[in-house]
């Protein structure tokens, strides 16, 4: 098993750039793959970025791909995602989410953390 704790949200000015960071406990953490997940205001959520659990590897939901960017430390057992250039549509809950499968991570994880809160104001 692998505990997930989210911390780094917050209310943020459009332009900004912001870096959620996902520490985990447990189990030899680089066994996993990690996914963030974001969940706008009345909306699914959503996958927007992987990483797998050598740190090698890593996959982006198209909308984000030059913005976003995923990196993980195995030694600290903490994954980020550095969100640049922040927009207001970008304003959701982002989760992060750990499983051993590199590709149900993206989807179906087994592990999630609490979420944190991330607003983008215009």
């Known amino acids: 098993q692998v505990q997930l704790v989210e911390s780094g949200g917050g209310l943020v000015q459009a332009g900004d750039s912001l870096r959620l960071s996902c520490a985990a406990s447990g189990d030899t953490f680089s066994r996993y793959a990690v996914a963030w997940f974001q969940q706008r205001p009345g909306k699914e959520r959503e996958f927007v970025a992987f990483?797998?659990?050598?740190?090698?590897?890593?996959d982006y939901k198209n909308t984000v791909k030059g913005r976003f960017t995923i990196s993980r430390d195995n030694v600290k057992n903490t994954v980020s995602l550095q969100i640049d250039n922040l927009k207001p549509e970008d304003t959701a809950i982002y989760y992060c989410a750990a499983d051993t499968g590199v590709y149900v991570v993206r989807t179906f994880p087994e592990y999630w953390g609490q979420g944190t809160q991330v607003t983008v104001s215009s």
């Open positions: 990483i797998n659990g050598g740190g090698y590897t890593t």
